[in-house]
């Protein structure tokens, strides 16, 4: 179960300076010169005040993703390294969204208010989906801050557009699954998120974190890929669990 202590995400992430931190790390470049090269890139974007200012913060958030060794998502990372090599433009953040959901539980928490809320209405409101949170998190300045990053950094990633209603926003168009590796892959990084040894393959294909994607992974096909372990309960039920 998700431990709903620390929040993690707290800074808006834009597209660009996740692509950046992936095409260092795929050239293999230390984790200092990573840092380095996003606070040049960062320079005159995110504001820098003290020695743990918003840009430093934002780095800090970044690499945790894409680079921090010792994590539950180094094999996620290590594959998507791989993916990524395949994916072009906006496919990518297929791959950026499933770490962030991996390393942040409180971004996946978001994503699930969000996708509720979605299905349910039809759009959502920053201030209905921070009032859920904030049941769940608790009403802290922290946790109020951090919705709305996470709600502007999906909007800048293209899950969401906005309306004519200050605040509020309807889903953008589903993005289709890559490969069915990449969907394999997917299904894994949102197990590792829900930091739960077991889910049904039913919460899987429908979860509401999962919104911003069309998810078209098979039970045989998640069984032959040797990545998770699938068996039966009862009659109708698949359960699906981490390999290892």
């Known amino acids: 179960m998700i ?19 992936v095409g260092s790390v795929s050239r293999g470049l230390p984790v200092k010169e990573i840092r380095e090269r996003l606070a040049r890139e960062l320079q005159g974007q995110v504001a820098e005040s003290g020695e743990r200012g918003a840009r430093s913060k934002t780095i800090t958030v970044l690499c945790r993703i894409w680079c921090q060794d010792g994590s539950c998502v180094d ?21 950026h969204a499933g770490l962030t959901i991996a390393t942040y539980p ?6 699930e208010t969000v996708g509720r809320m979605l299905r349910l209405q039809g759009d959502v409101s920053l201030r209905a989906a921070t009032r859920r949170m904030c049941e769940r998190w608790g ?6 801050r951090s919705v709305r990053h996470v709600i502007q950094s999906i909007r800048d990633w293209g899950f969401l557009d906005t309306t004519p209603h200050r605040g509020v926003y309807v889903p953008s168009i589903r993005l289709p699954q890559p490969s069915r590796a990449g969907g394999v892959w997917m299904v894994r990084a949102l197990l590792v998120g829900m930091r739960r040894e077991v889910v049904t393959f039913r919460e899987v294909l429908l979860s509401p974190g999962l919104f911003p994607f069309e998810l078209s992974i098979a039970p045989h096909e998640l069984r032959e890929s040797g990545k998770v372990t ?14 290892g």
């Open 139 to 144: 009403d802290r300045e922290r946790v109020i």
């Open 3 to 21: 431990e709903k202590t620390e929040v993690g995400f707290d800074r808006r992430l834009k597209l660009e300076w996740l692509d950046s931190v």
């Open 106 to 111: 409180f971004f996946l928490d978001a994503m």
């Open 75 to 95: 094999g996620l990372r290590r594959e998507a390294l791989t993916l990524h090599k395949d994916l072009e433009g906006r496919r990518r953040v297929w791959l």
């Open 230 to 243: 699938m068996y039966r309960q009862g009659l109708d039920t698949d359960l699906i669990s981490l390999v």
